[in-house]
């Protein structure tokens, strides 16, 4: 394995590790009501499905699906939180 090789296998999980951290810490927040973890949740999974899927197109799937993980998370997060607002949590 090439240093090249071996540095971008290393940015692979260092994308992957990142969006990982983002993810659990949107979800495990204490003061979240119900429909804010629920949508965080969802909105991860869904969001490194649809990432890894895209990703995988330009080969680069693990970063695809690391990146979706964090941006489902992130509005799966804000639309759960407005409806815990609207329903008073």
Do not use: W
């Not at 940015?11 to 979240?32: E, P, R, W």
């Amino acid at each position: 394995m090439t240093e090249l090789q071996s540095k971008l296998i290393m940015k692979k999980y260092n994308t992957l590790a990142l969006a990982a951290i983002f993810a659990i810490g949107t979800v495990s927040c204490a003061d979240m009501g119900p429909n804010t973890q629920r949508g965080a949740a969802v909105g991860a999974g869904t969001g490194a499905l649809l990432g890894g899927i895209i990703g995988h197109q330009s080969g680069r799937g693990l970063e695809g699906a690391a990146i979706g993980a964090a941006a489902g998370a992130a509005a799966g997060g804000v639309y759960g939180k407005q409806q815990d607002n609207q329903q008073g949590y």
